[in-house]
């Protein structure tokens, strides 16, 4: 007769693919043992890690838990798809706004006239500098006003 601890030490020894041909000879004969089945049960149920109740959440998340007619729940995923495939297909178009100018000048203020005609002066009496910009300093701004307003 072989001992427990020969088989663990074959198994132990034994290349992958052995220990693949083991399992596949050996587990359906254990799974068929009621002994086995019930022992494998109990560990499954008293496990640390909790499997029967992290199960049951999983399937109340993907719909696959047959809840109680009066039992009340988060909705599920498919519940939620639902809801917004109902949102997305009810909702209402949105008018098109029209579009508006990002900076409206209102032309009847002082600034505004000002700075409108700063823009003309620096387009037709100025010339751009070595970078292609034309650059106004503060004194000739303060310049341009002073005599503009004369």
């Known amino acids: 007769m072989i001992t427990l601890s020969e088989i663990n030490e074959a ?7 052995e220990r693949n041909e083991f399992i596949e000879l050996i587990l359906p004969d254990l799974f068929e043992n009621p002994v086995f089945k019930n022992r494998f049960d109990a560990q499954l149920v008293t496990s640390d890690l909790e499997i029967p109740s992290r199960l049951r ?20 995923l498919p519940e939620r798809i639902e809801a917004l495939e109902q949102r997305t297909v009810l909702a209402p178009e949105k008018p098109t706004e029209e579009e508006k100018e990002e900076n409206p000048i209102i032309a009847n203020t002082t600034l505004t006239q000002k ?11 100025t010339k751009p500098n070595w970078s292609g910009k034309v650059v106004l300093e503060n004194q000739d701004i303060y310049k341009f006003f002073v005599s503009s307003s004369n």
């Open 11 to 17: 198994y132990r020894n034994a290349t992958p693919e």
């Open 115 to 125: 700075a409108s005609a700063l823009k003309e002066y620096m387009k037709k009496k």
């Open 57 to 76: 959440a999983v399937e109340k998340v993907t719909g696959t838990y047959n809840f109680a007619d009066f039992e009340e729940h988060d909705p599920t």
